[in-house]
Nanobody
Framework: QVQVVESGGGLVQPGGSLRLSCAAS????????MGWYRQASGKQRELVAA???????NYADSVKGRFTISGDNAKNTVYLQMNSLKPEDTAVYYC?????????WGQGTQVTVSS
């Protein structure tokens, strides 16, 4: 019954901002880590940002300084604030949650950066 659901994707102009949300639900007894991956067309899925249960964060070099990941354990939710968006950020963004020591993936949300 555990699942994760992303929201907040959309179409934005270069330089714009989006905030993605990922909410986990179900029988969760342990939140180990949550993060965001993205997959552009024709590319492999890559890690964008992650946060651990002790609030350690990790960012891809390509987004460092522009994106910020944060979490709310009480809501079982992780956020990705995306600023100064570039066309190269266009991808399907997937939430990954390590819950109960197992990985769960969201369905993905499309982010398109274009003028």
């Amino acid at each position: 019954q555990v699942q994760v659901v992303e929201s907040g994707g959309g179409l934005v102009q270069p330089g714009g901002s989006l905030r993605l949300s990922c909410a986990a639900s179900g029988s969760i007894f342990s939140i180990n880590a949550m993060g965001w991956y993205r997959q552009a067309s024709g590319k492999q899925r890559e890690l964008v940002a992650a946060i651990t249960s002790d609030s350690r964060t990790n960012y891809a070099d390509s987004v460092k300084g522009r994106f910020t990941i944060s979490g709310d354990n009480a809501k079982n939710t992780v956020y990705l604030q995306m600023n100064s968006l570039k066309p190269e950020d266009t991808a399907v963004y997937y939430c990954n949650a390590k819950l109960n020591f197992r990985n769960y993936w969201g369905q993905g949300t499309q982010v398109t950066v274009s003028s």
